[in-house]
């Protein structure tokens, strides 16, 4: 039993440091166009589970693009994106609106 465990776990993808700052994100925006008396489509999405796919869709293209930076050789390493995402998901947590509102999102975070 404890060997089909270990096969199982073993088999699982590693979890995607983006997800927790995705839905820190959203936590905190959220909760900042609620007090500035919006909704999501004030802010340009349906709804949060939007934001949240507009979020992934995000840390996606900026790993393709970091790829292709790095077959271009203008990068050494890749992880930028994975790195940011782990420090903005604990800004998030107990951040402020301008927090999140004072990132340039299109900025790719290896510039």
Do not use: K, N
């Not at 489509?41 to 900026?62: I, P």
């Not at 050789?73 to 994106?81: K, S």
């Amino acid at each position: 039993m404890l060997l089909l465990l270990s096969i199982v776990a073993c088999g699982e993808p590693a979890a995607d440091p983006c997800e927790p700052m995705c839905s820190s994100a959203a936590a905190l925006y959220g909760g900042c166009l609620e007090g500035w008396g919006l909704d999501w489509t004030a802010a340009g999405y349906e709804d949060e589970e939007d934001f949240l796919g507009s979020c992934a869709t995000w840390a996606w293209e900026l790993r393709v693009l970091e790829e292709a930076a790095i077959e271009r050789g203008e990068l050494a390493a890749g992880g930028h994106v994975d790195a940011v995402c782990e420090e903005r998901a604990e800004l998030f947590q107990d951040g402020v609106c301008s927090d999140y509102t004072d990132i340039d999102w299109s900025q790719p975070p290896w510039d």
